[in-house]
């Protein structure tokens, strides 16, 4: 797996054993909508692994990427990657649980959100999705990858705004609507599919 485009493409991404890294074609279509909204943006990647999503953004021009992931040794593994592909790149690493870790202070202008799939089951999904989004500045993106099947909850705190899906997985962007004080009115909702590759706020 490697970076797939900007200053560092063709760079070997490190793989840990059982991850699983965002597809090809998933990630190709992912940041070509992502690419205006990538040049001197603050990115939070959770659950990074192998950084497939984070350090792409990254190359792609991003200011600053924190990659949190809470394995000690994909840590060490994504620092080691940095301090010789990209050094003085805006790149960090921090140890944390996206369910229950102390996460880095926002806002982020992007927030990645690739957590493995039995993470995406319903409570622990409202959790990570609110954490997330209180971290998000006012027009930040949240962009999560889901199974294809899934559909993300409905909830007054944010909006979908995007959603496409790639063989067995998808991309959903969502975006905050400043609204963290109301109870969620449903825990699940059909919700409609993005269609052309502009985001409309």
Known sequence: MRIHSGRLKGRRLPVPPGSRPIGGRLKVSLFSVLAPYLPEARVLDLCAGAGGMGLEALSR???????VDKDPRICQGLRAW??????????????????????PEGPFDMILLDPPYPLWEPESTLRMLGRAVARLAPEGLLVCKVPAKM??????RWRLIRRTAVASAAYALLTPTGDEGRE?????GDQAEGRGGRIDK
């Not at 940095?82 to 996460?103: H, K, Q, S």
């Not at 559909?151 to 007054?156: A, G, K, N, T, V």
Request: proline share 10%; aromatic share 0%.
């Open 61 to 67: 021009g991003a200011a600053e990427v924190v990659l």
């Open 151 to 156: 559909d993300l909850p409905e909830d007054p």
């Open 82 to 103: 940095l301090r010789e592909a990209d050094p003085e790149g805006g790149g960090t690493v921090r140890r944390g649980d996206v369910l229950t870790g102390t996460l």
């Open 184 to 188: 969620p009115e449903s825990r699940h």
